[in-house]
């Protein structure tokens, strides 16, 4: 059963976990204080610019940069034969299962696989007069025949991207699952199944990348400040693809504008950044512009699905396939392709006999790697849309065969056919808050119109499981991954009877400052504002894995919690001597001082403990010198946030345009360390799962292999202006898993958008005979959908 957390837990003080504090790093963000890499100007810096393949294919004849050599403020050009002589390629942190290594070197040299693929760099004094540069640079292409869709890439026909490594575009097969679906499909009563595209979209942080690279010849030290979610990882691929120990690199990440999962791994311009550096002895700067962050930073989500689904004549779901392939782009990227839509498939419904297969198929179209949700947004796509449709076969109301279907809390742990452990929740429970909050019955009962202005009404529902975190480092080494599970931190008490918390994880967003300040807040009792947070600096941090998965808070409060235990005892210890009391259990440390729980006027301050240890003075017999405490922590298992989402929106037949009136997320998250914050991630999460849905898509012209939307005038992404007033609903099921009962939730709310309000634009249309089947949701693909569903068309 779910628990409201607030009602539960002992509060130590209002700072603590469950309270809606305001964020630590607000105050200099909304100042304009915040200190982001192209905020770093270092003395003599040179700045880089790349010149990139304009053809999405294309063999290098020649280069030329005589030109550019002889301009003057140009201090060192790079070409794809230095990089190679001077750095390895970039590696895979999370590789695509049974898939050879494609080399992706920083730079093409012989041959470019996409429209943006880096083929030459200049540094120089300025921006502008390494722009100057590229444009003097003779660079001779001879366009290559070219594919830019899954379909077309695996005609036998097709050039192949990569011939010296594969016999086609294919880069691997990854079949997932349990059980005996086929056979299951063949006895069921009723079977479901469409072919589904999922559009390409990208995460578009408010900062674009971003790297300073610093070389000190020397000391054989590099210093490169980066916008980055994983200092660490970028620290381990710099230190690879350079040639260098880990110890001669540092990676600082102080304010990063929003990552988005786009942020995990290094790119060739950071390599290209640091050879320049430690050619000429200067600091390199790169800052990205939006034209180059559309051609050159990953893209996401593009895949094609075919799946079915069947049931008995009772609407018991007995077995589900989905054969997808995913549009990898050229080159397998620090993050590989998503799996997560293999992981979750069969969402939050009790099912024995499921499968996927995932096909990883090259293009000639920009890398796809980590993005908010992976492969999670899609899975939901196909699978809620078909339930739906399920339920119209079986002429069932569609609520009720979701919940009896769903995994039940006394199943719990639930294993899937995909191998998920699914720890607690109550999914019906769910589903049946965000169907009462959208008036589900009452428009059933009112019917579906049309209205006085011709519009029809219509209710879309889908529900979905949401992996956060990861199980373990062996299951993460099961699967290739050059990561672990764990994190760590350092806590460490400081003069003023404050404490300094160090961590790996940087600061691009979701809160990481305030949330980990509140548990340390709660676990020792000292004062919230007390605690300061310094994050993302790898020469000050212990070793750690950093922020995506939504797994940050899952895997870091339980090393906050450890390393607060450790730094409470040795306080009260401390406090206990100096107030003459015999057992440190009577004292508790409240805000500032250390005081006898029933007597608060004993008291100690916390700075003059915190002295005696830091200068070993008149410190307890036995007692080291010092207060701090360093601690790692991994999760016994991954924690699965759960929630179903409902829309209620106005469709015109006739034009394909629709409204949509309400949006409801009632969702579970576990214990919220912060309502607030939580509330916040849920709301940017949906944000993008509805551009996604309704707005956004990264269009290449199948002729030319061109992106023909690469520029924030036609890319659309939404603004504040046009997103539904979300309505949230929480429930609070702790995890027994995690450390305090916590789940991710940083992923959430780009997962049901596109399956909710496609079923909503279907239910709207239900007499039409309205199926959808694609992304995004544009009125004109509304209109088209009418137009196949009364004959007038045929589909695609």
């Known amino acids: 059963m779910a628990e409201t957390f607030e009602a539960t837990r002992p509060v130590i003080h209002e700072k603590g976990i469950g309270a809606s504090v305001e964020r630590k790093e607000d105050d200099r963000l909304l100042r304009g204080e915040g200190r982001f890499a192209d905020d770093v100007d270092p003395g003599h810096c040179l700045h880089m610019a790349v010149g990139r393949c304009p053809f999405p294919h294309a063999q290098i004849v020649s280069i030329d940069v005589s030109a550019a050599m002889s301009l003057e403020g140009v201090e060192d050009v790079l070409v794809g034969a230095d990089v190679i002589a001077r750095s390895d390629p970039i590696s895979v942190l999370r590789p695509v299962p049974d898939a050879p290594s494609l080399n992706f070197y920083a730079m093409a040299t012989d041959v470019a696989v996409f429209e943006g693929h880096p083929v030459v760099s200049v540094a120089a004094v300025s921006r502008a007069v390494a722009e100057d540069a590229l444009a003097v640079i003779d660079v001779d292409y001879e366009p290559l025949p070219h594919v830019v869709d899954v379909d077309s890439a695996m005609d036998p026909r097709a050039p192949v991207l990569h011939p010296r490594i594969l016999s086609s575009n294919l880069l691997a097969t990854n079949p997932t699952g349990a059980g005996d679906p086929e056979a299951k499909l063949a006895e069921a009563a009723v079977v479901v199944e469409d072919t589904f595209a999922v559009n390409r979209v990208t995460g578009l942080p408010m900062e674009t990348r971003a790297i300073v690279a610093e070389w000190q010849a020397g000391a054989r030290e590099l210093t490169v400040r980066h916008s980055t979610q994983t200092p660490h990882l970028i620290r381990k691929q710099l230190a690879e693809s350079l040639r260098l120990e880990d110890g001669a690199v540092r990676v600082l990440a102080d304010d990063v504008g929003g990552g988005f999962g786009l942020k995990i791994g290094i790119y060739p311009e950071d390599v290209l950044a640091c050879l320049h550096a430690m050619g000429t002895g200067r600091p390199v700067k790169w800052v990205e512009d939006r034209v180059e962050f559309f051609r050159a930073t990953t893209h996401a989500r593009e895949s094609v699905h075919h799946v079915r689904i069947g049931a008995r004549a009772d609407g018991e779901i007995i077995g589900m396939t989905d ?140 529900s979905f499981v949401e992996r956060t975190g990861y199980a373990s480092s062996k299951f993460l080494a099961g699967r290739g991954s050059r990561f672990g599970a764990h994190e760590s931190v350092i806590l460490r008490a400081n003069r003023s009877g404050g404490v300094d918390l160090y961590s790996g994880v940087s600061t691009f967003g979701v809160g990481s400052e305030t949330s980990f300040a509140q548990i340390v807040a709660e676990v020792t009792g000292i004062e919230f504002d007390a605690v300061r947070v310094h994050l993302g600096d790898t020469s000050a941090s212990p070793l750690n894995t950093g922020g995506f998965a939504s797994r940050t808070l899952i895997a870091a409060a339980g090393a906050i919690r450890q390393a607060s235990e450790e730094l409470r005892a040795k306080t009260l210890r401390i406090a206990a001597f100096m107030l003459e009391i015999e057992d440190p259990a009577d004292l508790a440390i409240r805000g500032r001082v250390a005081c006898l729980r029933d007597d608060p006027e004993v008291a100690v301050g916390l700075a003059d403990v915190h002295d005696r240890a830091i200068i070993n003075q008149g410190m307890p017999p036995g007692e080291q010198p010092g207060l701090e405490a360093t601690a790692q922590f991994e999760p016994e298992a991954a924690a699965f946030a759960f929630g179903t989402a409902a829309a209620r929106v106005l469709v015109d037949p ?52 061109q992106l023909v939307n690469g520029t924030m005038m036609d890319y659309f992404m939404p603004t504040s202006a046009d997103l539904p007033a979300f309505e949230l609903h929480h429930s609070h099921t702790k995890s027994p898993g995690t450390p305090f009962g916590v789940r991710g939730v940083g992923e959430t709310g780009t997962i049901p958008g596109g399956a909710t309000i496609a079923n909503a634009i279907c239910d709207a249309l239900e007499e039409f005979g309205v199926q959808i089947n694609r992304l995004p949701l544009t009125p004109e693909a509304v209109w088209h959908a009418v137009r196949v569903a009364r004959g007038s068309e045929a589909r695609t």
């Open 323 to 462: 054969h997808y392939a995913v549009d990898l782009g050229g080159y397998n990227s620090p993050t590989g392709s998503p799996q997560l839509s293999s992981v979750m498939f069969t969402g939050p419904y009790r099912v024995n006999d499921a499968r996927t297969e995932r096909r990883v198929i090259l293009t000639n179209k920009a890398p796809v790697g980590a993005y908010r949700g992976y492969g999670q947004p899609e899975s939901c796509f196909v699978r809620e849309l078909l339930i739906d449709r399920l339920a119209r076969r079986l002429g069932r109301d569609r609520v009720e065969l979701r919940i009896q279907n769903m995994v039940r809390p006394e199943d719990m742990p639930w294993t899937s056919t995909s191998g998920a452990v699914y720890d607690s929740g109550d999914y019906a429970a769910a589903l049946r808050r965000a169907a009462q909050e959208i008036g589900y019955e009452e428009h059933v009962a009112r019917g579906r119109g049309p209205d006085a202005d011709g519009r029809y009404v219509g209710v879309g529902i889908a």
């Open 654 to 705: 006739e034009t394909g345009e629709f409204e949509i009136e309400r949006f409801v997320v009632a969702h579970d998250c576990g214990t919220p360390v912060n309502p607030k914050i939580v509330d916040g991630q849920l709301m940017g999460g949906l944000a993008q799962g509805f551009g996604q849905a309704v707005m956004e898509e990264l269009q290449y012209d199948a002729d030319t292999g």
